[in-house]
């Protein structure tokens, strides 16, 4: 590992929100005094209720309990819409880049509030009110932002659904959350493909029962509209362009978002609506170093956390310019990001890992063709980055002058938790630094469960306290919350992912310690993929696990066991890749299956996935102690057929 250091540079310091000495001296009094800290904060919200009570937080495993800014009232749309009209109303909201780079679209906080407004009346026709749930399943167009901030209008509960999931995960995930409404768009372009999002809607409905959906009219394709279906454009027509802001206390709930976990089902995170927004405004000023005026650009999807606090929630509480882009990196051609950041004139640009590394790959000529002279601040998420992509991102795409900041967090944290602050920070390539305010990370003994205080050391990685933007429970399971994150290391927030911290007190993910599997960026249970399997009539057992893969940082490769009689094929190969992708969606899709006749498992029955994955991992030197295995001869014969690299 690098340990290399890149100070920011004194011009950039300069110009900084925060510099070195202002983020010791805050972050000192962020954890000395959290109350007074974040009563200090509270300012960057508009409340039509003034919180008097700050934090009220317990990560005591018998009494787990998040509430912060507990009595105070405000409305999540009023904060990112209409507190800004007077100020900036003109101003560009949401630049839209289509998935044709021909077509794209400024929308000003002006319109954005009349759509916003319209959308809220359009829900209430439809009978969604406060605390109702709805689930949106949409490309990545303006209408996914007016729907959110719609629902946040009146009250009412979103839980988006990644439009790359197919119709049974949705299914489960309308069910999971019982809903009153999905909204979707007929189709979903994307590289210059459509995803059928509302066939897809149909099918899941076959599942979850006939839910009432509002369809966005985005390529106009025929789609068949049945009683249940209402059409968007019809109904925004109609619509009044006032609808008066729901007051809702800050710990009300404002989104549910799905994401996986080693076990089971997904779970659904629950965020509440002050302390969220709040965390994610403040991280998204400070992290990004963003200035009025500024053209901000997340590269992520508005289905996962990335795009609800950094597309969304954080830019539109700050009156941001934020861009929304539909397609993908490689569409018309590998120079898409730097065309787009051109165009638009991007100051701050955040994508992910595997996304750098696959532009890395096609050369540089793709980057250095365009002007990018504007970007200030490069960020990263989703994965740890490797040192080599990350000098390629800092030299090729920033040309030494752009600070990078590698933001650790989750679904479950709301906003960043580890990063560098582009002025304070002088960053090491890999490594995700140092805590934001008022977060205190600890690393903690895996076996132990001890508190390990040497500055240099690996472990672990748990939250001491609480910070605002924390997922307060699991939708519906509030015990699953606590055995989840509070159970295994008592006291602590537990995180599933490891880490080292080096002499300087800097953070170095190495990745999770549990059965979950980092894809490209997304989060994957390897369980939920091996009860895919499994549901396959002709599959007896399945365990999957990630291994190293250049692109995706992990890939997904199956052990499968057939039922008796069946054949080991190439072609029940595909069929089962087929199955996956159907049952889960293509981001599930098995990089690797290898057939099984046996698994290793010990006496007891339990499968050894330690050893599955070191042979995955082509690590057979470290396969440990195999005696205990009911059959250590299935090791050899694993081993003997694993895939050839
Ligand atoms: C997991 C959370 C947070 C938005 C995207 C993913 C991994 C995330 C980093 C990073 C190393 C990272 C962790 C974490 N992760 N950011 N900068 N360096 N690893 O959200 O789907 O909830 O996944 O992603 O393993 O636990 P998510």
Known sequence: MSDTTYPPSDEFVKNAHVDAAKYKEMYEASVNDPEAFWKGQMGRLDWSRTPTKIKNT????????????????????????????????????????????????????????????????VLKGLGVGKGDRVVLYLPMIPEAAYAMLACTRIGAIHSIVFAGFSPEA??????????KLI??????????????????????????????TLVVERTGADVGMGDRDHGYTALMADASAQCAPEPMNAEDPLFILYT????????????????????????????????DGDVYWCTADVGWVTGHSYIVYGPLANGATTLMFEGVPTYPDAGRFWAVCEKHKV????????????????????????????????????????????????????????????????????GHLLTPLPGATATKPGSATTPFFGVQPVVLDPQSGAEIKETECEGVLCIAD??????????????????????????????????????????????????????????????????????????????VVGFPHDIKGQGIYCYVTLMEGEEYTDELKTELRNWVRQEIG????????????????????????????????????????????????????????????
């Open 58 to 121: 317990s990560f005591d495993y018998h009494n787990v309990s998040i509430k912060w800014f507990e009595d105070g009232e405000l409305n999540v749309s009023v904060n990112c819409v209409d507190r800004h009209l007077a100020k900036r109303g003109d101003q560009t909201a949401i630049i839209w880049e289509s998935d044709d780079p021909n077509v794209d679209m400024h929308i000003t906080y002006n319109e954005l509030s009349e759509k916003v407004n319209k959308f809220a009346n």
């Open 170 to 179: 949705l299914a489960a995930r309308v069910s999971g959350c019982d809903a």
């Open 183 to 212: 909204i979707t768009a007929d189709e979903a372009p994307r590289g210059g493909r459509a995803t059928p999002l509302k066939k897809n809607v149909d099918k899941a409905r076959e599942h979850c029962g006939d839910v009432a």
């Open 260 to 291: 996986s976990g080693s076990t089971g089902a997904p779970k659904g995170v629950v965020h509440t609506t002050g302390g969220y927004l709040l965390y994610a405004a403040m991280t998204h000023e400070i992290t990004f170093d963003y200035h």
């Open 347 to 414: 100051n701050q640009f955040y994508t992910a890992p595997t996304a750098i590394r696959a532009l890395m790959g096609q050369g540089n000529e793709w980057v250095t063709k365009y002007d990018l002279s504007d970007l200030k601040v490069l960020g990263t998420v989703g994965e740890p980055i490797n040192p080599e992509a990350w000098n390629w991102y800092n030299e090729v795409v920033g040309k030494g002058n752009c600070p990078i900041v590698d933001t650790w967090w989750q679904t479950e944290t709301g």
């Open 466 to 543: 609480s910070w605002p933007g924390q997922m307060r429970t699991v939708y519906g399971d509030h015990e699953r919350f606590v055995k989840t994150y509070f159970s295994d290391y008592k006291g602590y927030y537990f995180s599933g992912d490891g880490c080292r911290r080096d002499a300087d007190g800097y953070y170095w993910i190495t990745g999770r310690v549990d059965d979950v599997i980092n894809v490209s960026g997304h989060r994957m249970g390897t369980a939920e993929v091996e009860s895919a399997l499994v549901a396959h009539s002709k599959v007896a057992e399945a365990a």
């Open 586 to 645: 293509p981001i599930a899709s098995p990089d690797y299956i290898q057939w099984a006749p046996g698994l290793p498992k010990t006496r007891s029955g339990k499968i050894m996935r330690r050893i599955l994955r070191k042979i995955a991992e082509n690590d057979y030197g470290a396969l440990g102690d195999t005696s205990t295995l009911a059959d250590p001869s299935v090791v050899d014969d694993l081993i003997a057929n694993r895939k050839q690299d």
